[in-house]
């Protein structure tokens, strides 16, 4: 099984920039693809961007690309994920997640870091 601890999050005022962190332990080799996704407050839970372990692909939510830049460690086994231009509406519960597969979910999931944009 994969652990995953995510770091980085805070308040931060419009405009402005913070990096999230996930670190993954245990039974890292076998990751496909790791991503992060969000939840505000009365809103469900989606998807902001993935990377895939091995040769680096990614793909990112719309509302987010062009901001978010999600990078990844192989050597730390450690995921990023770099947010700039931060807006009001990217106030959130962020979420690390894991699949071991191309056709599987994500079901290894962080306990969540807050970031919180003021306006």
């Known amino acids: 099984q994969v652990q995953l601890v995510e770091s980085g999050g805070g308040l931060v005022q419009a405009g402005g920039s913070l990096r999230l962190s996930c670190a993954a332990s245990g039974r890292t080799f076998s990751t496909y693809a790791m991503g992060w996704f969000r939840q505000a407050p009365g809103k469900e839970r989606e998807f902001v961007a993935r990377?895939?372990?091995?040769?680096?692909?990614?793909t990112y939510t719309n509302s987010v690309k062009g901001r978010f830049t999600i990078s990844r460690d192989s050597a730390k086994n450690t995921v990023y994920l770099q947010m700039n231009s931060l807006k009001p509406e990217d106030t959130a519960v962020y979420y690390c997640?894991?699949?071991?597969?191309?056709?599987?979910?994500?079901?290894?999931w962080g306990r969540g870091t807050q970031v919180t944009v003021s306006s």
């Open positions: 990377v895939n372990w091995a040769g680096g692909s990614t």
């Open positions: 997640a894991a699949t071991t597969g191309p056709s599987r979910p994500f079901d290894v």
